[in-house]
């Protein structure tokens, strides 16, 4: 009867033991699943960029004049995400920018002062972009606002993506749409000012600007070494689209502002290549075309090679070459007439060829770079521009990504 007891007593420890290693186990995978569903952060993106430029076709003068330009730009980028019970991923992005510039043309603008308000500025452009992505259809679906704010424009803006992908995620198709509702403080140069009118602060006078936008990217892996992608993104504005303190010389001596008709198409087609040549060559191209109904075409094309140097880092060379025509109504200093319907003297949509080059250089470790574990890489770019109206400008920046 001892004996008896005794294996019942070790069968029951056994089948204990088993239930509770099969409970353990069972928890375990529930755990599993739980965290894997949590919401967790995929990505942090710290880029901090220093710009500079200058140059002699001041629009803000009428095509003559200091261009010249300083600029401290912070971008912080967060990406979140999780796991749903129907195992679709949700993704929250949230971007935080923030330029601060000092322009010495525009402090031109009132030249009577010893500095206007905005000779220098500081530009924020927030933005949240949520996605839905399902495994099992391939479809992705997203919408994003944002909002941008300077000393005298304001912006909100809001848009909607639907992409698919194919059974064997060798293609997708994608489409957005959105718009930018703006709105303008008329700020004209001091000279043109009504009468009693001190300066800009006196002017409370505002004028609208909207952009309603498209595009249409198709991507797809040729094959293990070429992965190609099309995009097309037309684009309609429609209202002030003048900048109010950009002055007009004519030939008669008179002084005006800009003039531009109050509506404008746009439709850029652009093509993109990558080529993976063995493991330590990437060749990355890219070709656009530009075309407007105020006159203006251009062509932009660009080549980017990553070089590996070792199995966590890279060198990346770049150069990138842009020629367009000038808008119908452009014209330099002092060649309107009067008669003319409308007028500018901006040299940025006016004709010209552009280089820009530089190299990137990039360190990515699995253990976090210089031994902190979440330092995913680090990234340091620095260009040249250079364009034939004679502006030459400066970039350099640094980004410090944490996954």
Known sequence: ?????????LYFSIYASGQAQTLHDF????KENYKSRKLKIEEVNFVSSYY?????NSAVTGGIGTEALFNIG????VTVSMVDKKE?????????????????SSDNIDPMTFSGASRSDVHVYPSLTYSVENPETGVTKSFGINTSYEYDYLSFGANLGLAKISRDNNTELAFKAGAFIDRWQIILPYELRPAGQRDDDDNETFSPRNTFYGGLTLSRIVNKNLQVLLTVEPSYQQGFLSTPFHRVYFADGSLSTEKLPDSRI?????LRTSYF?????????FYRYYVDDWGMKGHTASLEVPIKLSPF???????????????????PYGEHMTTDSFYTSDYDISGFDSHFMGFGLRKSTPGGVFGIQHLNAIELRAGYYIRSTGLNSGIGSILFKLK
């Open 27 to 30: 928890r375990e995978k529930v």
């Open 1 to 9: 009867m001892k004996k008896l007891l005794i294996a019942i007593g």
């Open 266 to 270: 746009k439709l850029p087609v652009g």
């Open 88 to 104: 679709r991923k949700h993704t929250l992005n949230g971007q935080m920018n923030i330029d601060a510039y000092t322009s010495a």
């Open 277 to 285: 040549l063995g493991d330590r060559f990437i060749f990355r191209g």
């Open 313 to 331: 880092s890279s060198i990346s060379p770049f150069y990138r070459f842009n020629r367009q025509s000038a808008v119908d109504f452009f014209k």
């Open 74 to 77: 912070n971008s912080l980028d």
């Open 52 to 56: 500079q430029q200058d140059g002699n």
